[in-house]
């Protein structure tokens, strides 16, 4: 809130007055400058590259075979002492980002895509070591040959004329981080709390932890974030999640196959908290399994 305060953003909570917001015309995605991205913009642009973005994500819809079994061979073959998030969190929601691409899971794939930073507003915002690490997971992407998935079908999309050469270049990254950064805050999340306080269903998992806290809209009165943390951490309206289906499903794998690992019992050490006033999530957490 302070951190919002000092940079002249409003805040508007409770849920009533956040749905409101999320649904009002008069509040913008769209800070203006033209952004090709689908988080940063509304109109027609926006429903075009969103449709195309939609279209992707339901290929996810239910999850592959191939995409569950990497997932639970991750969870499965985690060891008697692990960290949640670079051990369990990390691999599932990199295998879940590399399938929406339809790419190679790679480590320059994860390490490029988690230097954007924890902001997704990566070529508009202040943030110059996230914009460049964005800006050359762009080009890298716009190099790479993929197979069926996402960047195939962005790719064809715009030999379609559905998408400029600038939505083509752009919206690869913003897709792969919208489908990594929550995801991996909110499984590491929830594997803390079955670690600590056992089982809960996904959905209520992921309204109590909200790992998007807030989302920016731009008014007559000047920018204001809109928090989720009232039972709305997918947002609502015109830009509310289009993964949340394949969120909770991924969300469903990973936390079952965790609890199983978990049966015997645990003890978790050295919980170190993310900072970020938008993005709630760990940085990391040792589990040792009991024997
Ligand atoms: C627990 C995991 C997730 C959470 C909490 C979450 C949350 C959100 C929220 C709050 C927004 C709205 C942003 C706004 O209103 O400005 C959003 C947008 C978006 N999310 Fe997710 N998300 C998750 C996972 C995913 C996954 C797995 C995918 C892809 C498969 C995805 C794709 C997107 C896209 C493309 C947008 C932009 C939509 C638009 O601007 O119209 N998200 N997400």
Same mark, same amino acid.
């Given at each position: 809130?302070? !951190? ?8 508007? &909570? ?7 917001? #999320? ?5 913008? &995605?769209?800070?203006? $400058? $033209?952004?090709? %991205?689908? +988080? ?14 939609? !279209?992707?994500?339901?290929? #996810? ?18 060891? %008697? %002492?692990?960290? +949640? ?6 691999? *599932?929601?990199?295998?879940?980002? %590399?399938?929406?691409? =339809?790419?190679?899971?790679?480590? =320059? ?14 070529? $508009?915002?202040?943030?110059?070591? =996230? ?22 079908a962005l790719r064809e999309a715009h030999a379609a004329g559905r998408l400029d050469d600038d939505e083509l270049m752009f919206n690869p990254v913003v897709l792969a981080h919208a489908a990594y950064e929550n995801s991996l805050n909110f +499984? ?8 600590? &306080? ?24 000047g920018p204001v974030a809109v928090s989720l943390t009232d039972g709305l951490p997918f947002g609502l309206g015109r830009h509310a999640c289009p993964g949340s289906g394949v969120a909770l499903a991924?969300?469903?794998?990973? +936390? ?12 978790? @050490?050295?919980? @170190? ?10 940085? &990391?957490?040792? *589990?040792?399994?009991?024997?």
């Amino acid at each position: 809130m302070e !951190e919002f305060e000092k940079r002249g953003i409003g805040v508007v &909570s409770g849920r009533d007055a956040c749905a409101r917001a #999320l649904r009002s015309p008069d509040l913008t &995605s769209d800070p203006g $400058g $033209g952004s090709p %991205s689908v +988080l940063l913009r509304d109109g027609d642009g926006h429903t075009r590259v969103r449709g195309v973005l939609r !279209e992707i994500i339901a290929g #996810l819809e239910p999850l592959p075979d191939a995409v569950v079994a990497s997932i639970e061979a991750a969870v499965g073959g985690l060891g %008697s %002492s692990f960290d +949640l998030v670079r051990d369990f969190a990390r691999p *599932v929601a990199g295998t879940v980002a %590399s399938a929406v691409l =339809g790419v190679g899971l790679d480590d =320059g794939f994860l390490d490029r895509l988690e230097a954007t930073t924890a902001n997704l507003d990566v070529f $508009g915002g202040t943030d110059r070591a =996230g914009q460049a690490a964005a800006f050359r997971l762009a080009v890298q992407l716009s190099r790479t040959p993929a197979g069926p998935g996402g960047l195939t079908a962005l790719r064809e999309a715009h030999a379609a004329g559905r998408l400029d050469d600038d939505e083509l270049m752009f919206n690869p990254v913003v897709l792969a981080h919208a489908a990594y950064e929550n995801s991996l805050n909110f +499984l590491a999340c929830a594997g803390l709390e079955l670690a600590t &306080s056992g089982p809960r269903s996904v959905r209520e998992l992921v309204t109590a932890i909200c790992p998007a806290r807030y989302v920016l809209r731009f008014g007559p009165d000047g920018p204001v974030a809109v928090s989720l943390t009232d039972g709305l951490p997918f947002g609502l309206g015109r830009h509310a999640c289009p993964g949340s289906g394949v969120a909770l499903a991924e969300g469903e794998i990973a +936390l079952t196959a965790l609890a199983k690992h978990l049966d015997s019992g645990c003890e978790v @050490r050295k919980v @170190r908290w993310k900072t970020h006033p938008v993005f709630h999530g760990l940085v &990391s957490a040792q *589990v040792v399994v009991s024997v």
